[in-house]
């Protein structure tokens, strides 16, 4: 996908900065968790901290000279929306930088080399953003309530237009039949909403790949599961089969066991990692019999798994 996002920078470890803040403007409603998720400690070597993230106050109780490590000034403390402040590490040599910026591809955000902000992007030391390809980040706020509001207000009318029936007539039964469809309405739209949040979701997913002959999880696939894990929880009644594919490499048999390892390999994230009811989702394998790209059955694209909403 192209980039939205073209952090500019003259230090690496200030270059790390902007791209955090970045991620915090795309993602406004991110919480601590989901910030220690997005940009784990393996992006960093060796090291005695747990993460990479620390509140002021856990700030304030390491030494002093690992106080000198963190992003603590005023205007460098990262503020989320839930009023957590968080305070990034500064210490980013070379090694670990690089893996931040190829890191930060995947929430698409691109770095420009050091010597393009010479042209007027970012301060000595500091660092600015560009939007790009038309990118216009979320304007932050609560997450909105809008469609509760909307089905509310369509049961409010309902019960408003059944007391108008009940008073002029003496007929109560075509008014159930009225609020029955009225009810149907309102499920329409939730539906709507979260298939369409789905629809998105496994764009990113399908496009995660396996290692030839591997069912382990990328970290581009669990960061989208952890993306689909909260549709799920928001939508008690959804229920997924997840599908796992090969290329045509190799004896079917041995496809078939890999391809289901790998679907079980994301329902099992799902069930340990992010608390999903495993009654809900179902583990399917295809082998290679259903290839995505049938004109090269080698292609690495056939090496995938797909989830499906079961209705």
Known sequence: MPSKVRVYGKAQNRTVLGIVNAYLIM?????????????????????SWKSLFCTPEEWSKKNES?????????????????GTELILLKLWPKENFDKMVSHAKMYDIEVAKFEAADKGFGAKGGY??????????????????KWLWIALAALLLLLLLLLLLMRSCNKPEPQIVEKVVEVEKVVVVHDTLYI????????????AEFVQGKADLSDGAKFVLHDLAKVLQKNPELRLRLEGHTSAEGDAAFNQKLS????????????????????????????????????????????????????
């Open 196 to 207: 369409k949040e789905i629809e998105e979701i496994e764009k990113d997913f399908n496009a």
């Open 27 to 47: 993602y406004p409603h991110a919480t601590k968790a989901d910030m220690e998720k997005a940009f784990p400690l393996e992006l960093q070597d060796g090291g």
């Open 66 to 82: 690992n106080q000198g490590l963190w992003f603590a000034e005023k205007d460098e403390i990262l503020h989320l929306q839930d």
């Open 128 to 145: 600015k953003l560009e939007y790009l390809n038309g990118y216009v980040p979320p304007v932050p706020g609560k997450k909105s309530n």
């Open 260 to 311: 289901e390892a790998r679907a079980q390999a994301a329902v099992a994230f799902l069930v340990e990692h992010e608390g999903i009811d495993a009654a809900r989702l179902e583990a399917v394998g295809k082998g290679s019999t259903e290839l995505k790209n049938q004109e090269n059955p080698m292609a690495p694209e056939n090496r995938r798994t797909e989830f499906i909403v079961l209705e």
